[in-house]
């Protein structure tokens, strides 16, 4: 029985080649967006800090009209930069999607070649099976001609 090669081997492996690359490549992805998160988690953390020390310094028996400025400063700070951070977020997760789709591609056409790959192997299989039928017939034939042959 001779040995199943899928004519197109180099194919399916460049494509699982790439559906790796991309598979890198949307982790790396996904891990940015996650610092970025936590960039943003971070700037709201700090926000609520500022936002207690504003009521601590509220309530506290002499008010330092100074320190209650620079919070409000700060927490006005920290609204811009948390605006500024979801647009960031916004940009990653669209960078984020944009991957995702390229590696649902290059899955979609790994998984194609696979299929391709599987189909050639029966269309083999059905060959050898054939062609083992065909040698038995063969067999059978000259194994009953000779047989007549010796009742002759």
């Known amino acids: 029985m001779a040995r199943f090669v899928y004519k197109m081997q180099s194919i399916l492996n460049i494509k699982e080649k790439t559906e790796g690359q991309v598979k890198m490549e949307f982790a790396a992805a996904q891990s940015e967006l996650n610092k970025q998160y936590d ?3 971070e700037y ?3 926000k609520e800090n500022y936002l ?3 009521e601590e310094l509220r309530n506290e028996a002499s008010l330092r009209l100074q320190d209650i400025l620079d919070n409000q400063y700060a927490t006005a700070q920290m609204d811009v930069m948390i605006a500024s951070q979801s647009r960031v977020i916004k940009e990653y997760e ?3 999607e944009k991957v995702r789709v390229k590696l649902t591609r290059a899955i979609q056409e790994r998984k194609m070649q696979e299929t391709l790959r ?6 083999y299989l059905e060959e050898e099976k054939q062609e083992e039928a065909k040698e038995n017939d063969q067999r059978s034939s000259f194994t009953y001609g000779q047989r007549q042959q010796e009742k002759k």
């Open 94 to 96: 669209a960078e984020v």
């Open 118 to 123: 599987d189909r050639a192997y029966a269309e």
């Open 39 to 41: 960039i943003l988690d």
């Open 52 to 54: 207690i020390e504003a």
């Open 44 to 46: 709201v953390k700090r």
